[in-house]
């Protein structure tokens, strides 16, 4: 679908996801996450860089797996994640929308667990290239758990975890020669609506990622 049909779509409230492709998995246990490897830091940093062209093939789960616990893994003892928190709130949680259905990431269990089987992809952006890329990210905010800061300054705080998540996904993604990029241009009542979000829940941004186009 078109950027400008899904706008026009969007503005009339009618953008809604497609329908699934393939099977869909109430939950997808993630094999552990490899934690070495890749290239050094200074490296990766160079590397970093936002990609709208992707190839359409699905990232095998091992990657998946990676990805998933770079961006927002538990990495202590303690419960502790790849990404800050304020207060370790933890308010943001991870969809994983792939064709096959909308995922939630459970970090703690490390795996997928089915939300809706709708093809989200659809809906997580106006550009083109969402479509048919292998999977989004989509960063949702759950402000009850951010209970011990003022209403006015939770989309502040929720908005820095996010965005500390979605630049894990960037330095995974140049590390391992992912395309990646973070998208803001999204239609967010229609991500809630397909959801089922609650009024305590808002949806932020979005991450395409996969691998580059050949």
């Known amino acids: 679908m078109s950027t400008l049909t ?17 099977k869909s998995k109430e939950s997808i246990a993630l094999p552990p996450p490899e934690k070495a490897g890749g290239l050094p830091l ?3 940093l160079l590397k970093r ?4 062209e992707f190839a359409p093939d699905a990232l095998p789960l091992q990657l998946l797996s990676d990805l998933l616990w770079a961006a927002y893994g538990v990495n202590r003892l303690d419960g502790g994640r790849t990404a800050p928190s304020a207060l370790n709130a933890q ?17 703690h269990g490390h795996a ?3 939300m809706v089987k709708q093809d989200l992809r659809r809906i997580t952006g106006y550009q083109d290239f969402v479509d048919e890329a292998p999977l989004d990210l989509v ?22 975890a996010a965005g500390a998540i ?35 829940q808002q949806v932020l941004l979005a991450q395409t990622v996969g691998f580059p186009k050949r």
């Open 6 to 22: 899904k706008l026009a779509l969007g503005i009339m409230g009618q953008l809604r996801p497609g329908p699934v492709r393939g």
């Open 42 to 44: 200074m490296e990766t």
């Open 49 to 52: 860089c936002s990609a709208r």
């Open 91 to 107: 308010e943001i949680d991870v969809y994983v929308a792939l064709p096959e259905g909308a995922y939630l990431y459970d970090a």
């Open 112 to 114: 997928l667990d089915l």
């Open 139 to 160: 960063y949702i905010a759950d402000y009850r758990r951010l209970a011990m800061v003022p209403v006015t300054q939770r989309e502040s705080y929720a908005s820095a």
């Open 166 to 200: 979605a630049q894990n996904v960037y330095l995974f993604s140049a590390s391992v020669g992912l395309s990646t990029v973070i998208r803001a241009w999204i239609d967010r009542a229609s991500i809630a609506e397909a959801l089922e979000l609650s009024h305590d």
